[in-house]
């Protein structure tokens, strides 16, 4: 969930034709292809370049660990990302990303993973809608695994119930591998392990497999609304629900893409939202405040006022009730 794209027109600098050789690495570059690695990268690859991931767990042969890939070339990061690795997970991207973008990730993953090694920046800050993550400090020995996530309530004290509270709602949508005494940790009524959402072995009708999940229908709601006739200001609107919103609602706005109903509790459905949540001024409080209890962040630090009118004005065109246009036709 990420803004890089305001940037793309200095970023677009760095190509001189359509296979532009990477240039040295400056501070604008780095930080475009940072953001460009935590929206699109991460997830298997992790913040760090490590690949210590919950999807890492389920992919054979397992993502790169950038940080033990010496000998890695910021070319050959550039081929991988455009063309894909034959035999992996790792998909090509050329249709995906610019070539500005690619170049831009392809640089700062050689800096900063292969060659320095470094943390990259913590994912949990204000600039990506975190802010005052410490407040959250109870809730880290559990996403750490120096506690338990199972352990007897007996053997905690009040501060460390009150985090694993917190982990087990919140957290656990993207530390989904705490330390636990058994195996089958339960902390929902109902699967959040990807890709069991809505699926059991040997059921009849089973959802079909597609090409994001394996065991699902989630592929098609990141599928974006084509929609005609917009306004400058839902334009706007449009391009930042889909590079900032998108990742956990979906495309299409249903939350029924696999992140979103992986989280828990799952990304709002705005398309289905009551008539009485549906106002401009309802949503762009949603939207700079957040939903405590949720995985909403507060985006006030990271989106200007027009910027969150733009996107409230977007949301109300494409999915909501009699300002809705849910009949429209996929991209």
């Known amino acids: ?47 760090s370049g490590d690949a210590k991931t919950l999807a890492a767990t389920y992919l054979t042969p397992a993502p790169r660990d950038f940080t033990a890939a010496a000998a890695l ?19 090509p991207f050329r249709e995906v990303l610019s070539e500005a973008e690619m170049l831009a990730v392809s640089t700062f993953v050689a800096e900063e993973f292969v060659r320095r090694r470094a943390r990259n920046t913590a994912y949990h ?11 959250f400090a109870h809730a880290f020995p559990f996403v750490r695994g120096t506690l338990s996530a199972d352990a007897d309530a007996e053997s905690l004290n009040d501060e460390q119930r009150r985090g694993r509270q917190l982990f087990v709602s919140a957290c656990v949508s993207c530390h ?17 392990s990807y890709p069991r959402f809505g699926f059991t072995p040997g059921q009849v009708n089973a959802p079909a497999v597609d090409a994001l ?3 699902s229908v989630y592929a ?13 200001k839902q334009r706007r609107g449009e391009r930042l629900f889909q590079a900032n919103c998108a990742f956990c609602h979906g495309a299409d706005g249903t939350g029924k893409n696999w992140i979103g109903q992986f989280m828990e509790p799952k990304a709002r ?3 289905a939202m009551p008539t009485s949540q549906q106002s401009a001024q ?32 977007y949301v109300q065109r494409a999915f909501m009730g009699a300002h809705g246009d849910r009949a429209a036709t996929p991209r």
């Open 1 to 47: 969930m990420k803004r890089w794209w305001a940037a793309l027109g200095s970023a677009a600098l760095l190509v001189a034709c359509e296979r532009a050789p990477l240039q040295a690495p400056n501070a604008e570059t780095l930080e475009i292809g940072r953001q460009v690695y935590n929206f699109r990268c991460y997830f298997c690859h992790g913040y």
């Open 73 to 91: 070339t910021p070319e050959t990061i550039l081929g991988a990302v455009r063309d894909g690795r034959s035999g992996t997970a790792m998909q």
């Open 125 to 135: 800050t204000e600039q990506n809608g975190w802010p005052e993550h410490q407040r």
């Open 176 to 192: 989904d591998r705490p330390n636990a005494a058994e195996s089958g940790l339960v902390w929902s009524a109902r699967p959040l």
């Open 213 to 215: 999940s394996g065991a």
């Open 220 to 232: 098609r709601h990141d599928i974006a609304p084509r929609l005609a006739g917009l306004s400058p």
């Open 269 to 271: 459905d705005l398309t």
């Open 282 to 313: 309802h949503l762009s409080d949603v939207i700079r405040n957040g939903l405590p209890g949720t995985s909403m962040p507060a985006w006030r630090h990271v989106l200007q006022p027009a910027e969150i009118n733009a996107i409230g004005a």
